[in-house]
């Protein structure tokens, strides 16, 4: 795998839609590059949704322990609790991911598909 800079010049609001030339393969990648604010927004949902998760996490575990210390719930009630403690979990994992990775710049579709290229941070 060989590795080229990208020129990044971000735009203070809005986005910006450069063409670069792979100095591998010579074609056309085309990229995006999003303003400052746009990607501090994006940043902010990225957390909120990792936040929301843990908030997730929280409520279904306090609710099985209430339903074990019931003794009273049926499984359906404690496998759904599960369930969203699960899914929580994921949102968790992912949101933080994203948000971690989020730096406005992502490689856009093109018309061209036989080759593979990547952004790497």
Do not use: N
């Amino acid at each position: 795998m060989i590795t080229y800079p990208i020129p990044v010049d971000r735009p203070p609001r809005g986005v910006v839609r450069p063409v670069l030339v792979c100095g591998s393969c010579k074609k056309e990648v085309p990229y995006r590059i999003r303003g400052t604010l746009p990607t501090r927004v994006r940043r902010a949902l990225w957390l909120l949704l990792a936040l929301a998760g843990a908030t997730a996490i929280y409520f279904c575990v306090f609710r099985v322990d209430q339903t074990l210390e019931a003794l009273g719930g049926s499984s359906g009630m404690l496998m759904g609790d599960l369930a969203c403690a699960a899914a929580g979990l994921y949102a968790v994992i992912g949101g933080v991911s994203r948000w971690w990775r989020e730096d406005g710049v992502t490689i856009t579709k093109s018309k061209v598909k036989d080759y593979t290229h990547e952004v790497h941070r």
